[in-house]
Structures are given as structure tokens and as C-alpha cells.
């Protein structure tokens, strides 16, 4: 398993879509993108950049949840990729018991950034994932990066957190 961070959220220009770049932590600090909804980006960063809304969201939620009935997050997997899709595990402990629930990734990026657990990728995903560096890469840092956050930004911009509000 390599162990990744969330390196930053943006919206691929072709589709419009948003993704969301994982990079090793160590190593030769390679990355992979995986394309997520509107709404998982918001809550990823939302908790990136510590927003809050004035209701809970869902990953809020979940946080909670866990934390009410001792449950603790011990990481986060990445652990397959099937065509384009990309499958994901929550690896929990509580009470002396260990469980591994299914997810997508993207709801397990949006707890992990919130619970602040370690996020790994399995090689063989990771190998098949990822992204060419040679300027296929979203930027890392730099003037590029901040133009591609800025346009993220207009989008998080146009995104009321009353707009989860029930």
C-alpha cells in the first residue's frame, strides 16, 4: 500500500467535472486523479479549507456518527480500479473489533480530510492510475495551481451552505 494525501481538488477543463489529485507522501511522490461529483468536492473542500456549514453535511454526519459510538477511522483504501471506476474501503475500529466497509472514494476522501486518518492507495491501483507528470498532471504549486484553485474557488463561490440545509 502507498500512502497518499489529498493534494488538491480542481475541474478537469474538458468535461467540467471535478477530480480530485491523490500524490504519495513519500517516494517518489507520484500522483493519480480520480474524477468525483459536484458534491463530494464541495465537502472535500469544505473540509480542506476548514469551511463550515451551518448545518452538517453528510461526511459531517458520518464523523459524528462514529465518534458518538466510538468508532474510530483507522484509514482510508483506495483498493481497486475496475474500467474507470475506482472502489474504496473505510478500515474502522471500536470496542476491540476491526470492520472494512465498501465506499466510493470519494465519500472516503470527504470523511478522511474530515477525521484527518491516513488515506493509502494498493500499487497495482496506483501503477494503473497514474498521471503522467510530463504537463498531463494537475498542477502542484505554483501560478498554475493557484489559477486552477482560483476557478474551483468561483465554483465553491457559486455554492450557498444553505443550499444543504434541510
Given at each position: ?15 467540467n ?14 500522483a ?25 453535511l453528510?461526511?459531517d454526519?458520518?464523523k ?18 475496475r474500467g ?13 473489533d ?60 457559486t455554492?450557498?451552505?444553505e443550499?444543504?440545509?434541510?
Amino acid at each position: 500500500m502507498i500512502e497518499v494525501e489529498v493534494d488538491h481538488v480542481t475541474v478537469d477543463p474538458t468535461t467540467n467535472t471535478p477530480m480530485v489529485l491523490l500524490r504519495e507522501t513519500k517516494g517518489r511522490g507520484r500522483a493519480m486523479s480520480i474524477f468525483i461529483g459536484h458534491p463530494e468536492a464541495t465537502a472535500i473542500v469544505f473540509a480542506l479549507e476548514h469551511i463550515e456549514a451551518p448545518r452538517p453535511l453528510t461526511h459531517d454526519l458520518l464523523k459524528d456518527v462514529l465518534a458518538t459510538v466510538g468508532v474510530e477511522v483507522e484509514y482510508v483504501l483506495v483498493s481497486e480500479l475496475r474500467g474507470s471506476t475506482f472502489y474504496a474501503e473505510l478500515h474502522l475500529r471500536g470496542g476491540g473489533d476491526s470492520w472494512s466497509v465498501s465506499c466510493r472514494p470519494s465519500d472516503a476522501l470527504a470523511l478522511a480530510v474530515r477525521v484527518q486518518c491516513t488515506i493509502f492507495v494498493v500499487e497495482d491501483v496506483m501503477d494503473a492510475a497514474l498521471v503522467e507528470e510530463e504537463g498531463d498532471s494537475p498542477p502542484r504549486g505554483g501560478e498554475d495551481a493557484e489559477a486552477t484553485m482560483e476557478d474551483f474557488r468561483q465554483f465553491i463561490n457559486t455554492v450557498n451552505p444553505e443550499d444543504f440545509a434541510s
